[in-house]
């Protein structure tokens, strides 16, 4: 076997559909279209979903379900290894030196220290800290001070 014998399978490669050649094409002369209506004239491309002016499917159906992203308070974490990299020994950690260092975006207010990464350096942070990240900062020789909610 070579090349020149290989063949396809019987109705492996089927010829394309010659729409608008004539009645010899055996499509017809209205090339398969249909007589008549919306569909069989030129330049028709069909809206999506459209249903025929009938009240289409995704708007029969009930709405169901509840979202909470409209409620969603963005938050953003900051790891203890980035606090290695970019805070020197003995720095005071608050919301305002983080925005200072850039590690912060000032339109998420949120924060909070997590765990990921190693700490060497004995820092004072004043940011809300998950538990292992604060097992970490003490660890180190840091302490952890928790800011007082505003009394009312």
């Excluded at 805070?87 to 005071?92: H, L, T």
């Excluded at 975006?105 to 604060?134: M, N, W």
């Amino acid at each position: 076997m070579d090349l020149s014998n290989l063949h396809n399978n019987p109705g492996a490669r089927k010829s394309r559909k010659r729409v608008g050649r004539g009645c010899g094409s055996g499509m017809g002369k209205t090339s398969t279209r249909g007589s008549k209506g919306q569909y069989s004239r030129k330049g028709h491309k069909g809206k999506l979903g459209f249903e025929g002016g009938q009240m289409p499917l995704v708007r029969r159906l009930p709405k169901r379900g509840f979202s909470n992203a409209r409620f969603r308070v963005a938050s953003f974490g900051v790891n203890v290894g980035t606090l290695e990299a970019v805070f020197s020994a003995g720095d005071e950690i608050t919301p305002q030196t983080l925005a200072e260092k850039g590690l912060v975006d000032r339109k998420r207010p949120l924060l909070k220290i997590l765990a990921d990464g190693e700490l060497t350096k004995k820092l004072t942070v004043k940011v809300p800290v998950s538990a292992a990240a604060r097992e970490k900062i003490e660890k180190a020789g840091g302490t952890v001070v928790l800011p007082q909610a505003p009394a009312k």
